[in-house]
């Protein structure tokens, strides 16, 4: 066997299309982990944004739903179908930015067809018109526009089971791989010293309505009531029309938050080390994995994530589930503190798993 896949990796040539560092992107961070291990296997070359196709056996497409990351990933999967790593089903913003943002809206209203007949071109109409408000910013979920992407595709791979039935749902026959999100290999970590609280509760990405930060905010108001030493760090880039500074200020957090723009790999291991309790909410869910999540597992840390979509799919007893619903923030609101008591017991049940 072992001869078998020496025989294929000198035979098998992988065109590998993923953004990549110094791009600031969840999936550049998962391809920096992928990459080393894959090439052990097959022969990858890497293609560069702006230059020409290398030469491969098979193409393989990382596609996101940021279109300044994964815009040209999609043109080439246009050109040459592959195996696509679907690492979020709901496309929509990525399918805007590549159409509406580069003066076509046709491609647009054709997706929008694709979707949903001609209901879905006259929806088209009346955002490109300006009568609807942008889809892609108040109801992606509901549009999400990967058959643009499922078209194209030889095969997929998944992180997820949520995503897979997503795409068999939207009319795709091709074969489906399900491959559990890949998990950091633990570095050597310096606990950062420059952030503290009792209990210091982090919260890592790009910040924005998804991420039910006002929810979190909330909750951590009411649990600082009975815990004033809590601290809240909030790490990461914010969403353009989402203003943390003024709620902060409402909810009389601005001496319990603390806001950190976008941290770099190392400067965010060193963060969420010095955290007792990790939260990665979301709704609506994008179909996303989140590789905060499997930081978060890896290092063994209580962790609270939203019951929706890939989050679902955890282990009961290796993380804290809120349901999205009217009791959100009081369900929140206990699980900062239950997961404050047993740090020790859930992280260790999150590592295990």
Request: glycine share 10%; with cysteine.
């Amino acid at each position: 066997m072992g001869r078998l896949r020496r025989r294929i990796a000198e035979l098998m040539r992988v065109a590998y299309y993923s953004p990549m560092a110094p791009s600031r992107s969840g999936i550049a961070d998962y391809s920096a982990l992928l990459l080393p291990a894959l090439r052990e296997h097959v022969d990858v070359v890497v293609a560069e944004q702006g230059r020409r196709a290398p030469a491969a056996d098979v193409a393989l497409y990382h596609i996101g739903n940021d279109p300044d990351a994964h815009g040209w990933i999609v043109d080439a999967l246009e050109k040459r179908p592959g195996v696509v790593v679907l690492h979020e089903y709901v496309l929509h913003h990525l399918i805007a930015g590549i159409t509406i943002g580069r003066g076509n809206g046709r491609g647009y209203l054709d997706a929008m067809e694709r979707e949903l007949g001609v209901a879905g071109r006259l929806l088209g109409l009346g955002v490109l018109d300006n009568l609807l408000p942008l889809l892609w910013e108040t109801q992606p979920e509901r549009f999400p526009l990967s058959g643009v992407v499922l078209d194209r595709a030889r095969g997929l791979i998944v992180h997820s089971a949520y995503v897979g039935e997503r795409a068999r749902e939207a009319g795709y026959t091709g074969r489906i791989w399900p491959i559990p999100h890949p998990a950091w290999p633990m570095p050597e970590i310096e606990t950062a010293t420059d952030v503290a609280g009792d209990p210091l509760i982090g919260c890592f990405g790009f910040l924005n309505m998804n991420k039910r930060i006002p929810q979190l905010l909330e909750a951590f108001a009411a649990f600082r009531r009975s815990r004033p030493g809590a601290r809240l760090l909030l790490a990461g880039a914010a969403g353009e029309r989402f203003d943390v500074g003024r709620r902060l200020e409402r909810l009389g957090l601005t001496e319990g938050v603390e806001r950190l723009d976008y941290v770099p790999e190392e400067r965010m291991w060193a963060l969420m080390a010095a955290c007792d309790v990790l939260v990665n909410l979301r709704y609506p869910t994008m179909g996303e994995t989140s590789g905060s999540v499997i930081r978060a597992m890896s290092l063994g840390k209580p962790l609270i994530v939203s019951d929706v979509g890939a989050f679902s799919e955890l282990p009961d007893d290796a993380v804290l589930k809120v349901p999205v619903d009217e009791h959100e923030v009081p369900v929140l609101e206990a699980a900062l503190g239950f997961a404050a008591e047993h740090g020790v017991v859930l992280g260790a049940a999150a590592r295990g798993h």
